[in-house]
């Protein structure tokens, strides 16, 4: 997931902050403290992570793009200069520019927005762009929401006493609201002082940046392992109360199954699994490039030489075609395969399943799966010719009779004017009138719309009246008569609106002169 930064560079960052030891800081070098400690930290622990950073005050500028190079950020930092007034809205266009140029619309990215909560003067202000938001064409369009997925995060080198005294607070919560409201806006406790802005990035780093460490286990053997980014907590829709559910510290893998029986399922989210001991062979699992690793080598990258049992399963997978079925928790399962991202490097890579015990419906119930050595038969057959999967359903599903379904307006529209169509064709079209009528009045029964069966009997009672001279009697009494069965099974009554009840057509006999 790549960060963009974005520095506020305007003359508002110049304000004098008192220091301890008598000694004059800028909230810009503030900033630039809390921004060379999230730097240092991610360099440590998310060497993966790419990270660009931009700087903004009326206009914005690309500093360095999307980077792996951490001292490059660093250094930038040390060099930034001093410009005129802020304008949040074009810094907001240039980060929908640049991300977009590198990663397209399908990327998650996050966006890390460093301030003093200064909004700026006049037009170009962030005051002025939301109150604008309305009256605005599609060649002016607000960037926010940003066209791919973004986490904002709002770093206020001010504290909350600072902000509430104007409306900026307010503007800045719906910035975020108009983000996406993924995100966070954080603010400095206290008085204004480098402990205090330390702390304040220290909170980004533990809510978005802490690295999460779990260990993979396979039967008997386990390996320590970084999955990155951390996955994020996951809300089921269909629970009364629902509670996150988090992916356990203890990743189990329960099997293995052949990579074409698998396909392309649905997941949620996909994630780099690293071991946490580090070499030169790490690179075939996405650890980064041997040069970036031989650099500094740490104990953990010293502890590398010894076998490590995630870099056998990455083998494995890859040369087997195979990819391992992994436990995250109660009822909840992921994969673990080999991705290739060009022809000499290829990266062990875990994705999440919707949390339950069948999230592929073609492999039935995870649980359910067992070794072939269980089995009667191979269910491969001898020559691996065949395939279990996918798993045919004990009942088998009938689909002779179509589901009426309204999503649109114009589908209930064209429903009631096919009923209408064949009311105008009375009686050669009886049997289709009553056939349409019975569908609709079942479709309006099940989701209980009582109205439409009352709206569409006043219909038919408006073409009884419409009927021309030269009309066959029996359209008239069979309008009347089906409308008649609509307004009674409008009132709801379980004698008149029974489900399976259908209107059969009035019996009439006009050869007898009666009816």
Known sequence: MPTVVLMDVSLSMTRPVSLEGNEDFQRKNLAVHGLNMLFEHMASNYRLEFT????????????????????????????LDDYDKTCVESALQGVNSVVQQEWGNACPCQVVLVTDGSLGIGKGSLRHSLQTLNHRGDAKKFPLPFPFPTKLYIMCVANAEELQMSDTMNNLEELLHLSGGDGQIFTVDGALCMKSVQAMFGRLIDHAYSPFHAVLHCGNLSSDVQVFP????????????????????????????EITDICSPPVISRHLVLPIAVNKEMDDVGAGTTEELEEEPSASQMAGKSPNFCVLLHGSLKVEGMVALVQLGAEWYGMLYSQADSKKKSNLMMSIFEPGSEPLPWLGKISHLGPISEATENPYGEDDNKSPFPLQPQVKRSYAQTVTVWIKASGLQTDVQKILRNARKLPEKTQTFYK???????????????ELLKGVADLLERECTLLPDSAHPDAA??????????????????QYAAFDHNIVPMHTDFSNGGS
């Open 52 to 79: 660009a950073l931009m700087a903004f005050s009326s206009l914005w500028e690309l500093l360095v793009p999307f980077t792996r190079d951490y001292n490059a950020l660093q250094e930038a930092l040390s060099n």
């Open 230 to 257: 951390r996955p994020e907590p996951v809300i089921i829709d269909e629970e009364v109360e629902p509670i996150p559910q988090s992916v356990n510290a203890d990743l189990k893998i329960v099997g293995f199954i």
């Open 436 to 450: 349409e009528l019975n569908r609709l009045r079942k479709a309006a029964l099940a989701f209980g719309f009582w």
């Open 477 to 494: 009494f069979q309008l009347s008569h089906a409308a008649q069965q609509l307004k009674l099974a409008s009132t709801g009554d379980s």
